[in-house]
């Protein structure tokens, strides 16, 4: 089967930076599995895939515009300490709700016992970056999974 719009496919996968850091890595016993109608599936990654068959493997780079976006400075933002149950670590997430009631998450950058800075960017927003794939899995999305935007169940994958 050839992977098209409306394929559900499991990958096996690193992912590195520009400086060839790995940033991730999906392995075969435990691929990555997306539907390729999902909005939430970033755009370079669905086009890279277009035309792949089970067992093929590609490298391909996709750039901030059709990756996570360029960084944008303005989703830097400093919250009370108090805003918080307790203060958060880190380096960790806090997930909350936008004025339309999407989830967003921000990445603690910074606190200093009264304020923490907080950062609403994708993790590898500005990056360039650097993908081996190999197709594990490849099939048509069944109408729930359409709908749903993920798998609901991978042992039909060949």
Known sequence: MTIHQGSAVQLAMRIRNSEGV????VSQDSPLELVLSDPGIVPGLA?????MKVGDKKQFVITPEEGFG???ASKKVSVPCDQFEEEP???????TEDDDGDEVVFTVL?????NVMLDGNHTLAGMTLHYEVEVVGARTATEDELQHGHIHGSSCMH
């Open 22 to 25: 790995l940033i991730e890595e």
């Open 110 to 114: 910074s606190t200093d016992g009264k």
């Open 89 to 95: 670590e880190v380096g960790s997430s806090v997930v």
């Open 70 to 72: 360029d960084y944008d």
């Open 47 to 51: 086009t890279a895939l277009m035309g």
